[in-house]
């Protein structure tokens, strides 16, 4: 069975492609290296340095015929779509397209697609189910649900099958510091050099944190699971404040760092926190990393010989 990983160099996608290969599927990794890195790249797949806007994408995929295609390839920050939505619409949205009719000519079987729960917005309504209302508060968010609402699309108008989910704050090994997820990574790297830890507002906004071992089993499960044609959440269903995430860092990492807190950053969402019983039901998964468990594994990658 053959698989591309688009963003497969990427943080999420690189552990996506090395549960892939550990499972003796055929793998390819289309990347073009903007933010991912050679160093990620598993040696039992094929590597294609390629963009998804590419023209001759079609051609690729009508040559390769691969079953599945699981798509992480994105433009992958709040911050950035507000400085450039053109470059943001260009990757998320118009990157997605020429992948679809790609998938579309090719006979593609399924799509597994990289949503986020930026989709949802601010929202009172505690935790969030994947039925509560969409009101995105970036060019990110509005991107991943046009994103959503193509892939309904083309399974209705073409047959093309498709899995999204909606990741929550993603964090775990190979992470760079300016995702979603990048507060840990941010964090982590700053208590290790002995630095002081700034943070934006009171500390008491909340997310939810998911190691990325359990997200990239999502996705494989989402491959080949009967309960496809719609969103899932991917999440912890645990609702972790900034604040406490510090307390856990600096007992874990045994130090105490002196704590800027700066502005509120615009756009930041108050509280968040997802429900997963959709996918614990249909996808056959369940998180099996406590957020704890997910750090200490972080942390002996970034500094082999602690103990923790
Ligand atoms: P990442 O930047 O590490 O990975 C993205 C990969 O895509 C990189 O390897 C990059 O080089 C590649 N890429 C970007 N634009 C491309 C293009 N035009 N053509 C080909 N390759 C391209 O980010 P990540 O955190 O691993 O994110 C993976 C996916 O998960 C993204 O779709 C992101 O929006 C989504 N997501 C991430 C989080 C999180 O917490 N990290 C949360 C929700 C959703």
């Known amino acids: 069975m053959k698989v591309l990983v688009t ?11 090395d549960i892939l290969v550990q499972a003796d599927l055929q793998v390819y990794i289309l990347d073009n290296l903007s933010t991912g890195s050679f160093t990620n ?12 806007r590419d023209e001759d994408l079609k051609g690729l995929l009508a040559r390769e015929r691969f079953d599945y295609v ?5 433009q992958t920050t ?8 053109y470059y943001d619409c260009d990757v998320n949205i118009r ?61 209705k108008n073409f047959g093309l099958e498709y ?64 309960a496809a044609n719609r969103s899932y959440n991917i999440s912890t269903a645990t609702e972790t404040s900034v604040n406490e995430l510090m307390g856990l860092l600096s007992q874990l990492t045994k130090q105490q760092p002196a704590v800027v807190n700066g502005a509120p950053r615009d756009n930041d969402i108050r509280r968040s926190v997802l429900a997963n019983q ?5 996808l056959n998964w369940q998180p099996t990393y406590t957020l704890q468990a997910g750090l200490c594994l972080m942390l002996r990658d970034l500094k082999p010989g602690i103990s923790v």
């Open 278 to 282: 959709a996918a614990v039901n249909s």
């Open 163 to 226: 899995v999204a989910l909606r990741y929550a704050n993603v964090y775990g090994e190979r992470q760079a510091d300016s995702g979603e997820g990048g507060v840990i990574s941010i964090f982590l790297n700053k208590l290790l050099a002995g630095h002081g830890l700034t943070v934006y507002g009171d500390g008491s906004q909340t997310r939810d944190y998911i190691y990325v071992k359990d997200v990239a089993a999502a996705n494989y499960q989402a491959l080949f699971a009967r």
């Open 7 to 17: 963003g497969g160099a990427g943080f999420i996608g690189s552990h996506i492609v």
């Open 95 to 155: 990157g997605l397209v020429n992948l679809l009719e790609a998938c579309r000519l090719s006979a593609v079987k399924r799509i597994v697609f990289a949503s986020s729960a930026a989709v949802y917005g601010d929202t009172d309504s505690l935790p969030i189910d994947e039925d509560c209302e969409r009101h995105p508060a970036s060019f990110y968010g509005e991107s991943k649900l046009t994103g959503e609402h193509y892939l309904e699309l083309y399974y």
């Open 41 to 52: 790249i598993n040696p039992g797949a094929v590597f294609l340095k390629k963009d998804i």
């Open 78 to 85: 709040v911050a950035n779509s507000l400085a450039n939505p």
């Open 70 to 74: 699981v798509h992480q390839a994105a």
